[in-house]
């Protein structure tokens, strides 16, 4: 091999072809050129905190507790996360079997979770006693 370093896993024109079709981006060093460590500021790198900084949070009291769930409509809201509503109409039907007087209403936000829907919670406090809101999993 002449003086030349053994290629190292990964450093092959075919594996960094896979690497790509796999949408991995390969970086070779100057000491996988050349055998040896690159001279100078070549041989840095900076690395960033991916974390950044979350926003701040204004925490909100939650409602004051029924004194009775009979006679009350509960709404059962489903966000239209991953499978809240199938749990959240198990959690009615057992409402049906076990508190059956309790009027439990199964209803789902307009769009997904990840958007406000003001007109559903505005029928949810018009119409309802109480809420509970499934989020998935």
Request: charged share 25%; glycine share 8%; hydrophobic share 40%.
């Amino acid at each position: 091999m002449g003086g030349q370093p053994a290629p190292s896993a990964g450093s092959s024109p075919a594996s960094a072809r896979a690497a790509k079709d796999e949408g991995l981006r390969v970086i070779h060093t100057e000491s996988q050129r050349n055998g040896a460590p690159a001279a100078g500021d070549a041989a840095r790198l900076t690395v960033l905190n991916p974390m950044g900084y979350p926003p701040r949070v204004t925490p909100k009291d939650m409602a004051p507790r029924l004194d009775t769930l009979d006679g009350k409509t509960v709404y059962l809201v489903d966000c239209r996360f991953d499978d809240s509503d199938i749990f959240l109409k198990q959690m009615q039907a057992w409402f049906a079997e076990n508190l059956p007087g309790v009027r439990a209403k199964f209803i789902q936000i307009s769009s997904v979770y990840t958007r406000d829907d003001p007109a559903t919670w505005e029928k949810v406090k018009a119409d309802g006693d109480a809420a509970i809101i499934g989020v998935g999993h």
